[in-house]
């Protein structure tokens, strides 16, 4: 039976529990170096790349884009490494994506009208993206069903397979977002459709992490971390189309959007991808043994 977000949300604690010491145990005792889960694990990253495709190299070659091609606007900061650090400690397949999103957004339906942005905040108007010809157009959308067809196909090698695939949709986020409010979450997870392996990947974070207090500061090593739901973004939002296109019977699906700035310490790349890995693997445990039972 698939479990809905609406249903999860209710029932989870309003105040979170400190971890046992055994689960704590348990987290520590699963090591990058160990083997790779049995089911498969599929990573996707479609704001991966901040390059334009190569007919728009003109665009490349302005003072304009050379301000905003290093913007989070552009494209997930610090999201490639972690992604490729990800895919080698779990032996999975990483699917990235190969255009910046202000080119073409493959986190969104072609129908939307946010696909190609027409405007930035704090940069004005895209005029590259201003009534795109035919031809551009078409191009775009080319890059956009190209990336899909891949994420497929890989799926489709495991709808033979009895154990489920596992599709974790990673990003990440700027600590302040499109306004100058601060936000608090460091790791969250947006949970569209069905929820079980999201909230074990939940459930596992909260109790390998101690939520950080008012004003205190976030420490990767000791993990000190702000762990959410449906921050920075709900299950609603367009962002998560990865996931609600690609998730179905036997494929499990995360959005997983860790905040950039935790990657100012370059040694933090390795300990949150650890962490990562290690919730991967027991959420995706658990649901296996569901799964078999």
Known sequence: ??????????????????????FQNECLATRIGAPAIASRVIITVPHASNALPHWMREVEETEFWGKLRLEHWAFDRAVAPLAETMAGDL????????????AIDLNRDLQDSSV??????????????????????????HLHMCFHAQVEAELGQ??????PSFLVDLHTFDRFG???????????FCVPGATEFALALLEVLIACTRARGAHEPVSVPARVLNVRLDEPYSAGHPGAYVTRRHTGPNVYGAVIEVCDDLFSAPENLQAISMLLCTAIRLAAAKIADVAKA
């Open 1 to 22: 039976m698939l479990i809905l977000a609406s249903d999860l949300v209710r029932d989870l604690p309003v105040t979170r529990k400190e971890p046992t010491q055994s």
């Open 91 to 102: 032996g999975g397949k990483l699917i990235p994506g190969g255009v910046s999103r202000l």
């Open 116 to 141: 190609i942005p027409a405007s930035i905040p704090g940069f004005g108007p895209l005029d590259f993206n201003a009534a795109p010809d035919p031809r551009d157009l078409a191009a775009r959308q």
């Open 158 to 163: 495991g709808f033979s397979m009895t154990a």
């Open 178 to 188: 499109p306004a100058d409010v601060r936000r608090e979450v460091d790791i969250g």
